[in-house]
Each structure stands twice: as structure tokens, then as C-alpha cells.
């Protein structure tokens, strides 16, 4: 039986139109259309294509570029591969950047808002889940699960419910603001750096497989460089008042570390340093982990 799931309406018709040049010839283009609730996925048939143009290597950052002003239904940017950036002023919900494979995607309320951004929902329950690839970046608060089952994105938020980086085996995830409970668990790869401004994020954390641990310089540099790069894509409050007192608000973040990943890159760090080749790094690796 034939079934139509409506997909010659879908607003990635319009993308995939307007993102010939792209596509065909990786010729920059820039669009700007505004969205729905009722539009979910965006981005996924318009990624499908570029990845059968160009197949894994996608399009070099920005040759997609995408400005959506409104709301956005579920699976926002859902799969999308590197070269196209989608910024979405407006809201979102569940599901943002699934499966990121390599895009960028910049969520942040309309430059007419009135509301302190930090203090509102930006987007809904299970950002970035099994994402690959790619960046998030999130003025504003999400919900539940954020980040669960990342293997390799980064992702920036100002705020997060409960199971944060739950599954989490790679990426980084830097939160700037208050994170619910069970955070970290299962989380068995990736970095997580939390904003722990009243001192009790410890009591948040299932501690079954990561660590609290204070920063090393590397952090402290990695964090404000991507702090710096959030407050340009978003024009975030928050990341202008850190980056003003940077001093003083580095030392509130703490780093959620795997254990046993800890081990294994420390492991790779030994061979690394003793000239060993790939097969004896890989032994050496799996001696310790």
C-alpha cells in the first residue's frame, strides 16, 4: 500500500531548492524563511542531499547558511551534516540537533524579546541526542536528558533539567547555568564542564562512573575560547558577564570526567610519549582500560 507522508511539503523542499549552488557546485548561499511547529525535521532531507553530493566529508563550514525566525517543531537540524549552519531565532522543540553529523546549529529568542533569556526554555527534552558531530549552541535553558547518547558534538546551554550527558561516550558539553539531578550517568566517554555558581553541583552528579575534578589550563583555555565563540553566535548575557569577570567565574566550573576514560587517554598520552607505534598504543590502551 502506498503512503504519503507528506514530504513534498515538507519546508526542506524549499531548502533543497534554494541550496542548489550549494549542493551541486559547494557554492555559498544564504537563506532566511520563517518557521513553524508544524515543520519538524528541517534540515534532514536538505543534509540527505549534500551527503549524497558530497558523501561524508560534507561542504566546508558556512556554505549553508540558514536563518529561521519562529518556532521550530521536534527534530530540529535533526542528522544535519558539516557545511550547513542553521540558526533558528525563535524556540524549539524536543529532540534539537539528533544525530548532528557535523553541522552547526544556533538557537537563541528574537532580538525583540524582552525576557532574560537565561531564565526561559529555549528548547525542549533530549538535545543533541546520538550526535556525532557538529556544535550546538543554546542561549537559554533546555529540558530533560540533554546531550544523552552524544559521541563527538560540542554543545553549549545556559541551563538543564534532569540526566544530563546521560550515555554520553564523546563530545564536549559546557553548561553555564544550573543542571537538575542524575547528572553524568552512565556517561562512559566526552568532558562535561559544569557552572556550579552555588557550590552544590556535587550533589547532582551519579557518581557510578565520572569524577568532579578542577580544571587544568587546557580547560581553562578550551572554555573560554568556546565561551567566546557562544557569546558571538548568540549574543548571550551570560557569556558576556563571564568573559567580563573571567578570573573570577573560571573558577566556579566544574569538569565531569569518565573514569575510565580518564585512563585510556592518559594511557594514550604514556605511548604517545614514548614514540610507541599505532598497534602498540592500542595495546597499551587496552592493558589499561
Not at 521536534?74 to 550547513?84: D, E, L, M, N, T
Not at 550515555?167 to 566526552?190: C, H, Q
Not at 564542564?193 to 575534578?213: C, G
Not at 566544574?254 to 614514548?274: I, S, T, W
Request: proline share 2%; aromatic share 8%.
Amino acid at each position: 500500500v502506498n503512503q504519503d507522508h507528506g514530504l513534498q511539503q515538507a519546508l526542506d523542499q524549499e531548502l533543497i531548492r534554494l541550496s542548489q549552488p550549494a549542493i551541486n557546485d559547494a557554492e555559498r548561499v544564504v537563506i532566511e524563511l520563517p518557521i513553524r511547529n508544524v515543520n519538524r525535521t528541517v534540515g534532514t532531507l536538505l543534509g540527505h542531499e549534500v551527503t549524497k553530493r558530497w558523501k561524508g566529508e560534507g561542504l566546508p563550514e558556512d556554505t549553508i547558511n540558514i536563518h529561521f525566525k519562529g518556532s521550530a517543531g521536534q527534530s530540529f537540524g535533526a542528522f544535519v551534516p558539516r557545511g550547513i549552519t542553521m540558526r533558528l531565532e525563535g524556540d524549539a522543540n524536543d529532540y534539537l540537533g539528533k544525530g548532528l553529523s557535523g553541522g552547526r546549529l544556533i538557537v537563541h529568542p528574537d532580538e525583540r524579546s524582552l525576557f532574560v533569556a537565561e531564565t526561559q526554555i529555549i528548547a525542549g527534552n533530549v538535545i543533541g541526542y546520538g550526535a556525532t558531530s557538529g556544535e550546538i549552541f543554546l542561549r537559554g535553558s533546555v529540558g530533560e536528558r540533554f546531550c544523552v547518547r552524544n559521541s563527538g558534538a560540542l554543545a553549549v546551554v545556559e541551563g538543564i533539567g534532569d540526566h544530563g550527558c546521560e550515555y554520553m561516550t564523546g563530545g564536549r558539553v559546557i553548561v553555564l547555568g544550573d543542571t537538575g539531578r542524575n547528572f553524568g550517568a552512565g556517561m562512559s566517554g566526552g568532558i562535561a564542564y559544569v557552572y556550579d555558581q552555588r557550590d552544590d553541583f556535587d550533589r547532582r552528579v551519579n557518581y557510578e562512573m565520572v569524577a568532579v575534578e578542577q580544571l587544568g589550563e587546557e580547560d581553562r583555555e578550551f572554555l573560554r575560547a568556546t565561551i567566546q565563540r557562544h557569546y558571538e553566535f548568540t549574543d548571550s548575557a551570560v557569556a558576556k558577564r563571564m568573559l567580563g569577570a573571567w578570573s573570577v567565574e573560571v573558577s566556579r566550573f566544574r569538569k565531569v570526567m569518565p573514569v575510565d576514560f580518564k585512563r585510556v587517554l592518559n594511557a594514550m598520552k604514556d605511548a604517545a610519549n614514548e614514540g610507541l607505534d599505532e598497534a602498540a598504543t592500542l595495546q597499551r590502551v587496552m592493558a589499561n582500560g
